[in-house]
């Protein structure tokens, strides 16, 4: 990914990582598999998560899926954490 080698016998740290995206119909065969340094593994992943989230964001915007909203929210009522419900103190 980096384009360095990895070099084990330092003790460099490397994962398996994913060429094509298994989300994206990418397999887990071996044609599709390479090894990665930690670090370079770790950002790619963390912008491919931000890419899913904006593409099921805007899927659900074109489909007209809207979220739920908490009716708790901006309420005099809270949840407490064993399930029950109590007016808040103001």
């Known amino acids: ?6 070099n084990a016998q330092l003790g460099e740290k490397w994962e398996v990582e994913h ?15 390479r090894p990665a340094h930690v670090s370079c593994h770790k950002e790619k992943s963390s912008q491919e998560k931000k890419d899913s989230a904006r593409g099921r964001k805007a899927q659900a ?30």
């Open 19 to 33: 060429l094509v995206r298994v989300e994206i119909r990418g397999s887990n065969a071996m044609e599709n598999l």
């Open 61 to 90: 915007r074109y489909l007209g899926i809207k979220t739920a909203k908490n009716p708790f929210r901006k309420s005099k009522w809270k949840r407490k954490v064993d399930g029950s419900v109590v007016l808040r103190n103001e």
């Open 1 to 6: 990914m980096c384009g360095m080698k990895i």
